[in-house]
């Protein structure tokens, strides 16, 4: 035993110093944040003071080195999320996580991101090429030093090539692919058409009736290829890490005449998903004509969201229906040639072979497109596609408007970081293609304003709700909407504006947007609190902005109470117990309390009462996740709820009639049970965030075992997807938040007033830096770092940037040092 215990502390001190090795390599590669570097492509020096957050603010001479220093710094921080997000968009993952990633390849391979990311370069302008092109030599420069690469590299044995244009350009479009959710609606919808009729599926998600012609179409695809593509879906939402349910954002400007500064206000968080790095980057940069601060995204080189010394914008998801799926009827005798007017035409096929880890020979794969767009149904589709002379009769082609020819959206954002007053901004988002967005504005001036910009298809017939036939024209697009046209509002006479992805039009709007437009409980929620404020004399200040992010009270819950407060416990002690928790609660989801536990349980398994004999158990799962931006089940479970004895309540497997009442007991009991097995027999002891926890998840450690914990991170929250601090469930892992508000801004234009602004986790990807995780519990309980434009106001460690020859290797001076903790 002695012998035993002499090896087992041998090996542990081996298995110690080992782990100190590779820790100590590993912090290697965490970046240099001081002293002075040569790098190739600058014009002149340029200035890198991180402040106490890890915030880097860029002081260079010239724009072209500004968008440079912000290559650098991301690629500082956030090199391996920006290979990880390239990987994507090419459709390469297979490439560094073996064959499990080639479903998701074939699919983005077909969906043709790269491609189309190629094209757009031919379409760029001057100014936004050169500052994609800076950009790029900002991240090479960093390459260039052959320093110790992060972690994530090593594991994966992955050698970074040289960033390119369409590197960048290619994460845009994702970025648009993950805000334009709609085609897996359309599959939804259909689904449930062939599940539960026309009628059935309007209850389930409320929309136009659907024409006879698209009725058919849908109805001819096979159930079977649809639950496939769904399927697939939910996958690559998970890879991608931020498309799917309840992506949304809230956005309100309000205007001067009701500030104490006399200034306009613009509060803004957009809500996408949560993962680690977060999505967004907080960045200040300042060139010879460029002066902007806000959240980044990495892999590009702007400012998305943000102000600069004259104008201030926020973005709002608009959820404009801009992909349609068209069912495309297959040449007998040849499968790459279908159906259009008049005849048969070739589809175009792309050979694209996928290479797989850690295996000898690529993965055959043909990208084919119709007329319309690229061909999804090929990759769940059991013949291959090169099989030309068999399989379906159809297939199905996605027709979207970031595919297609024009896409100058690069210049927009670009242009927006520039602009000056409300001329500039128009000018700059009547370039905007995709993603479709509300857009607010403020100015030095004291304007305030909203345009909701983005190519809008007009259809020949139809509102894009299903598939519809491919071999005519009769679902065409026609045209699209003029910009002039599009939602927009200038200096509006009650003095602000609320977008929180709620419908913005009038029902005699001329042009057809959507029907995924966000249950307007939120929108409600902030007007509510804007304007009563204001009707007690209030002139607001940025800070009372704070609360109203952070608000977590549930108007739906406060709509659905006094339903759940009628339950008839029946003389049962424990339905008693949990019913005196509502008695006195107003519906405010904080994270402590235990009546929001109980509502959010009761409605998940109410949820799934009401439909588990209405739709088979995939497709169920399918439905309740998808809420989308309107939160389509809890929408169908209120309209339920509030229909006396509402026959979706009948259990149709069953001989007796069951009404809601006797549902809605059989949930609590189910609730009851369900927070006694989680969290202990005793009310007293529930709490909503002990079982409702907003989770972080690494692409792509976060599901492997041995590593989730160094790389995921996860905190107890409050709130639902109807709270303006959203923070929606995923009801097939109940109760995990997989949404939240990533990026928080509140914008002041007084020049000495100091704005606002937070992201979720932490401003490195490297899970042993310091600010990896450091903004996790500051951002759960709404606190910010200053939002500032100007080096008088910020300090913090200086890294300086010099002109080197494209030759020399990168130089060091001065002490070294790093964000490690």
């Known amino acids: 035993m002695r012998l035993f215990g002499r090896a087992f502390a041998g090996f542990v001190f081996a298995l110690a110093?080992?782990?100190?090795?590779?820790?100590?390599?590993?912090?290697?590669?965490?970046?240099?944040?001081?002293?002075?570097?040569?790098?190739?492509?600058?014009?002149?020096a340029v200035d890198i003071i991180r402040d106490a957050w890890g915030v880097p603010h860029i002081y260079a001479t010239t724009d072209h080195d500004a968008h440079l220093a912000l290559g650098y710094v991301h690629a500082q921080d956030r090199l391996w999320q920006m290979e990880w997000q390239r990987r994507i968009g090419a459709g390469r993952l297979s490439e560094v996580v073996g064959i499990e990633a080639v479903g998701t390849?074939?699919?983005?391979?077909?969906?043709?991101?790269?491609?189309?990311?190629?094209?757009?370069?031919?379409?760029?302008?001057?100014d936004a090429l050169g500052a994609l092109e800076a950009y790029a030599a900002g991240v090479n420069a960093l390459l260039a030093e052959n320093r110790a690469l992060p972690p994530e590299f090593i594991a994966l044995g992955v050698e970074p090539e040289p960033w390119t244009v369409p590197d960048s350009l290619v994460w845009m479009k994702m970025m648009s692919w993950n805000l334009a959710g709609n085609y897996d609606l359309e599959l939804l919808r259909t689904r449930l058409i062939q599940a539960v009729g026309v009628d059935g599926a309007n209850a389930l998600m409320p929309g136009a009736p659907p024409g006879p012609d698209a009725v058919g179409a849908a109805r001819s695809v096979g159930a079977s290829r649809i639950d496939a593509l769904l399927t697939l879906n939910r996958a690559i939402d998970g890879r991608v890490g931020q498309r799917g349910p309840d992506i949304g954002s809230n956005g309100w400007v309000v205007a001067g005449k009701h500030?104490?500064?006399?200034?306009?206000?613009?509060?803004?968080?957009?809500?996408?998903?949560?993962?680690?790095?977060?999505?967004?980057?907080?960045?200040?940069?300042?060139?010879?004509?460029?002066?902007?601060?806000?959240?980044?995204?990495?892999?590009?080189p702007l400012v998305v969201i943000g102000r600069n010394a004259r104008v201030a914008w926020g973005l709002t998801n608009l959820g404009a229906d801009v992909q349609d799926l068209y069912v495309e009827r297959v040449k007998p005798d040849d499968r790459n040639?279908?159906?259009?007017?008049?005849?048969?035409?070739?589809?175009?096929?792309?050979?694209?072979?996928?290479?797989?880890?850690?295996?000898?020979e690529p993965v055959p794969w043909t990208a084919r497109s119709t007329r319309h767009g690229p061909v999804l149904s090929d990759v769940v589709d059991e013949r291959a596609a090169a099989d030309v002379t068999g399989g379906a009769d159809t297939v199905l082609a996605l027709r979207w408007t970031a595919l297609d020819p024009g896409d100058t959206t690069v210049d927009a954002f670009l242009s927006l970081n520039h602009a000056a007053d409300w001329d500039d901004f128009t000018s700059a988002t009547r370039r905007l293609v995709s993603p479709c967005q509300n857009v607010l504005y403020a100015d030095v001036d004291g304007h305030i304003g909203h345009i909701a910009p983005c190519r809008i298809p007009v259809r020949a017939a139809g509102d894009g709700t299903l598939p519809v036939p491919g071999w005519n024209d009769s679902h065409a697009w026609t045209t699209e909407v003029p910009f002039d046209e599009l939602p927009q509002t200038k200096d509006p006479a009650r003095g602000y504006i609320v977008t929180a992805n709620q419908r913005i039009v009038a029902n005699d709007y001329p042009h057809w947007i959507t029907h995924n437009w966000a249950?307007?409980?939120?929108?409600?929620?902030?007007?509510?609190?804007?304007?009563?404020?204001?009707?007690?004399?209030?002139?607001?200040?940025?800070?009372?902005?704070?609360?109203?992010?952070?608000?977590?009270?549930?108007?739906?819950?406060?709509?659905?109470?006094?339903?759940?407060?009628?339950?008839?416990?029946?003389?049962?002690?424990?339905?008693?117990?949990?019913?005196?928790?509502?008695?006195?609660?107003?519906?405010?989801l904080d994270r402590n309390s235990a009546a929001a536990a109980l509502v959010e349980a009761w409605l998940h398994h109410f949820g799934r009462l009401i439909l588990v004999d209405n739709l088979p158990g995939p497709l169920l799962n399918d439905y309740l996740p998808n809420d989308n931006l309107q939160q389509q089940p809890r929408r169908f479970l209120?309209?339920?709820?509030?229909?006396?004895?509402?026959?979706?309540?009948?259990?149709?497997?069953?001989?007796?009639h069951e009404t809601c009442d006797d549902l809605a007991r059989r949930a609590l009991d189910g609730a009851i049970g369900d927070l006694d097995t989680r969290l202990g027999g005793r009310t007293s002891a529930?709490?909503?965030?002990?079982?409702?926890?907003?989770?972080?998840?690494?692409?792509?450690?976060?599901?492997?075992?041995?590593?989730?914990?160094?790389?995921?991170?996860?905190?107890?929250?409050?709130?639902?997807?109807?709270?303006?601090?959203?923070?929606?469930?995923?009801?097939?892992?109940?109760?995990?938040?997989e949404k939240a508000p990533g990026y928080r801004q509140i914008v002041t234009l007084r020049e000495e007033d100091v704005g606002r602004f937070s992201i979720a986790t932490g401003q490195s990807g490297h899970p042993l830096s310091g600010h990896y995780a450091d903004r996790l519990r500051p951002h759960r309980d709404v606190e910010y770092v200053p939002m500032t434009i100007g080096r008088s106001n910020v300090s913090g460690n200086v890294l300086r940037l010099e002109p080197g020859s494209p030759d020399a290797a990168p130089t060091i001076s001065a002490p070294t040092t790093t964000d490690a903790p």
Not at 351 to 360: G, L, Q
């Open 105 to 126: 390849d074939k699919f983005l391979r077909t969906l043709g991101v790269r491609r189309a990311a190629e094209a757009v370069m031919a379409e760029l302008s001057p």
């Open 259 to 300: 500030t104490a500064t006399g200034e306009p206000i613009l509060a803004n968080d957009p809500h996408l998903g949560a993962q680690i790095p977060s999505q967004w980057y907080l960045a200040e940069m300042n060139g010879d004509r460029l002066h902007v601060t806000g959240a980044t995204l990495p892999g590009l």
């Open 519 to 588: 249950q307007p409980y939120r929108a409600r929620r902030i007007t509510s609190l804007l304007q009563g404020a204001l009707d007690a004399g209030a002139q607001l200040k940025a800070i009372d902005m704070v609360p109203i992010q952070g608000d977590q009270t549930s108007l739906y819950v406060q709509a659905i109470l006094p339903r759940l407060r009628a339950i008839d416990p029946a003389g049962d002690e424990r339905r008693v117990a949990a019913l005196g928790l509502l008695a006195d609660w107003d519906g405010l």
């Open 638 to 656: 209120a309209d339920a709820l509030a229909t006396e004895d509402s026959p979706w309540c009948d259990d149709t497997r069953t001989a007796e």
């Open 17 to 44: 110093v080992a782990a100190a090795g590779i820790s100590l390599w590993f912090r290697r590669s965490l970046p240099q944040t001081s002293g002075t570097l040569r790098v190739a492509g600058l014009n002149g």
């Open 337 to 360: 040639s279908v159906a259009v007017p008049g005849g048969w035409a070739p589809m175009t096929v792309v050979d694209a072979p996928i290479r797989v880890k850690d295996r000898p």
């Open 686 to 737: 529930w709490r909503w965030g002990r079982v409702h926890q907003a989770r972080y998840l690494h692409q792509p450690f976060g599901e492997v075992a041995l590593l989730r914990r160094i790389f995921n991170r996860r905190i107890a929250n409050g709130g639902d997807a109807f709270t303006v601090n959203a923070a929606p469930s995923n009801p097939a892992e109940p109760y995990r938040q």
